[in-house]
């Protein structure tokens, strides 16, 4: 029975952190830096942009980028 977080997991109340390298991966088990990895990820969450947001700052780029050629 598990609990599927965004980027942590809770496994019959044992809370991990699974992160994801460019070549491999590590799991963080000790609760006080799970702790610190979900407050990392929830700061990136909430500062994170809405999708229409992303697709209009991409487009003023892509019209920017154009406009310098």
């Known amino acids: 029975m598990s609990e599927n977080s965004g980027s942590y997991r809770n496994f019959h109340s044992r809370a991990a952190s699974q992160l994801e390298h460019y070549r491999s991966s590590t799991t963080i088990t000790d609760a006080t ?21 992303t697709r209009s700052l991409i487009a003023e780029i892509a019209d920017e980028m154009e406009r310098l050629k």
């Open 33 to 53: 830096d799970v702790k610190d990895y979900q407050t990392a990820a929830d700061s990136v969450r909430k500062a994170a942009l809405s999708a229409d947001l």
